[in-house]
């Protein structure tokens, strides 16, 4: 018989006013397919539409996703009904690629992020950056995989490159191909745990959901040898129970990965960065470490006690932040940003090079 604590379920954690309230029937999203749910609950696999009326009209419920756990209007004939969203232990989201649409809820209540990047051709540490954010702001502990160990002879030096910029993630090299150090993951893949799989078109996700699975789960798709590219091939968002009793959550891979509301990830991820901006003693208050004279941040660049790189990095995914935020003062701080390392370019072709 189902359980739904089985799926991660734990209904001390609700808030005092549900607990005492007379609760409907509760289910745990599966799946997702435009407007359409699939769902676990007591009474076992089921599908489900919204309750219109629950989610419209200036609603505040939040529009459910994969892995929500949702209270809903049992109907044992047919699609059940969503009526309401619970409170939420940890969110994914990205900015809609849709013009005009704000966030898309990628999935819900996962204790552990899978960022994967293959250390082939899909290897990119720009866009490490950008999925390490995200995985600190959504509250789970992040994780990087590095797949398709198999393909590469050495992979110490993108190794090391992944240790740097991910500074406290645990990181593994791991095959699905072949099995090498799927293993290591070992710690992760308890029960009632949830992992949410995220990276790019053709990274090894399906592959890796089917190694965990020991089960031909989800369709792998070739992909061009000359780049490692190729379509996506998951199509929808959904959750699948290992044979461990984890819970895996696999998305489509994202071309456009729009930061949104990542001020709390970008902190953690640039701890050392905004340690280093609370203590700097420029001479202006109100520094905006640009092109002003006497700037901490600057002299700091220029010394290499601040790495540039690092800074340039930090600075590009904040604009993203507010880009989602405010268009507007996006393209303002993006033209500062610009003007800056124009301003610092030229200073140190007239210094006679620059410093390491």
Request: some cysteine.
């Amino acid at each position: 018989m189902l359980k739904l604590t089985d799926y991660g379920f734990e209904p001390n954690t609700l808030p005092e006013e549900i607990q005492s309230s007379q609760l409907a029937p509760i289910a745990r999203i599966t799946a997702v397919h435009r407007e359409r749910y699939e769902l676990v609950c007591d009474y076992g696999a089921i599908s489900a539409k919204l309750k219109s009326s629950k989610y419209q009209g200036g609603s505040d419920t939040q529009f459910p996703t994969v892995g929500d756990f949702v209270q809903i209007d049992y109907n044992p004939a047919g699609d059940s009904r969503i009526i309401a969203t619970l409170p939420r232990k940890t969110f994914f989201s990205r900015r809609d690629p849709t013009p005009g649409r704000g966030e898309q809820a990628i999935a819900a209540n996962f204790d552990y992020v899978f960022i994967m990047q293959s250390l082939n051709h899909d290897f990119n540490i720009s866009r490490l950056e950008r999925y390490l954010a995200l995985a600190w702001q959504s509250g789970a502990v992040p994780c990087v995989i590095l797949t398709k160990s198999d393909l590469v002879e050495d992979y110490t030096e993108r190794l090391r490159q992944v240790e740097v910029t991910a500074a406290g993630v645990s990181v593994y090299a791991v095959s699905a191909k072949t099995g090498a150090g799927l293993d290591t993951l070992s710690d992760f893949l308890k029960p009632r745990k949830t992992i949410i799989f995220l990276g790019s078109s053709g990274v090894g996700k399906s592959s890796l959901v089917n190694a965990l699975m020991n089960d031909e789960v989800m369709a792998v798709k070739e992909i061009r040898e000359d780049d490692s590219k190729g379509r996506h091939t998951t199509t929808h968002r959904q959750l699948f129970m290992l044979p461990s009793g984890a819970m895996l959550i696999d998305t489509p891979g994202m071309r456009e990965l729009g930061l949104w509301e990542a001020d709390e990830g970008l902190g953690e991820l640039f701890a050392d960065i905004e340690e280093f901006l609370a203590s700097a003693n420029c001479k202006f208050s109100d520094c905006r470490h640009e092109s002003e004279p006497g700037c901490a941040i600057k002299t700091a660049l220029e010394s290499g006690e601040l790495s540039r790189e690092r800074w340039e990095s930090y600075l590009k995914l904040k604009q993203d932040v507010s880009f989602s935020e405010d268009k507007a003062e996006y393209l303002r701080l993006k033209s500062a940003r610009n003007k800056g390392i124009a301003m610092w370019s030229k200073s140190m072709k007239k210094s006679g090079g620059f410093k390491r």
